[in-house]
């Protein structure tokens, strides 16, 4: 157990819908990453906050967007889902930031838009 | 070009035998290299990282970094059906909050 929390595990919706994903990082992290996982793309980078303020960007739609409270969890806004959207969501954190910490993931939450 | 290759596999080896996985890269600013693992349905673990060229050791498994050749490996050795599962090479720049995954190898060990 990494000691990250995704809610939900699994999440079925239709196309044109809006979902939140929810993550809470290992206590004392301050830094939550978002990954999307596919078979085609592999585990694709989406944004990265540290301590409340976003950090970095990677491949994430203008459809997507997240927040990171003050309590230090997370939240993964996707909106308009398309079939495309289908995927494994994965929350990591890590104590610090830079690419050299070690970031701990999440179980995961797998999506299926229908 | 991706900048991160990794064959996807299935990879399927007999118990006891040496795994040898592997990505290449085309960054040259690339400093850091990882290798997680990944459990079906689970989040991926990091297993070993490195960040030089060379050797680095860690029980049975083996990781190396070539930075002339831009290629990274990861040795497992007395391989055991436990060790069934993705293995993903990873790596980062200095000063980038980024680390770029390969899109994972598929490894089966067979009893």
């Known amino acids: 157990d990494s000691g990250v929390t995704q809610t939900p595990k699994h999440l079925i919706t239709a196309t044109g819908q809006r979902v939140t994903l929810r993550c809470s990082p290992r206590?004392?992290?301050?830094?939550v990453y978002w990954y999307q996982q596919s078979l085609d793309q592999g585990l694709q980078f989406l944004i990265q906050?540290?301590?409340?303020?976003?950090?970095a960007k990677g491949n994430i739609l203008e459809r997507f967007s997240a927040q990171q409270f003050p309590d230090l969890h997370s939240e993964l806004n996707l909106s308009s889902l398309e079939l495309g959207d289908s995927a494994l969501y994965f929350c990591?954190?890590?104590?610090?930031?830079?690419?050299?910490?070690?970031?701990?993931f999440g179980p995961g939450t797998r999506l299926l838009v229908l | 070009q991706k900048e991160v290759e990794q064959d996807p596999g299935p990879l399927s080896v007999p118990e006891g035998a040496i795994v040898s996985l592997n990505c290449t890269y085309s960054?040259?600013?690339?400093?850091?290299f990882m290798w997680y693992r990944q459990y079906s349905r689970k989040g991926p673990e990091l297993l070993m990282y490195?960040?030089?060229?060379g050797n680095k050791e860690d029980g049975r498994f083996t990781a190396q970094v070539d930075k002339s050749s831009k290629y990274i490996s990861l040795f497992i050795r007395d391989s055991q059906p436990s060790d069934s599962a993705t293995y993903l090479c990873?790596?980062?720049?200095?000063?980038?909050?980024?680390?770029?995954f390969g899109k994972g190898t598929r490894l089966h060990i067979l009893p």
């Open positions: 206590s004392g992290d301050l830094s």
């Open positions: 990873a790596m980062s720049a200095w000063g980038d909050d980024k680390i770029i």
């Open positions: 990591a954190s890590s104590a610090g930031t830079g690419g050299q910490e070690t970031q701990y």
């Open positions: 906050y540290y301590n409340g303020e976003e950090r």
């Open positions: 960054n040259s600013a690339f400093q850091y």
């Open positions: 490195t960040y030089s060229s």
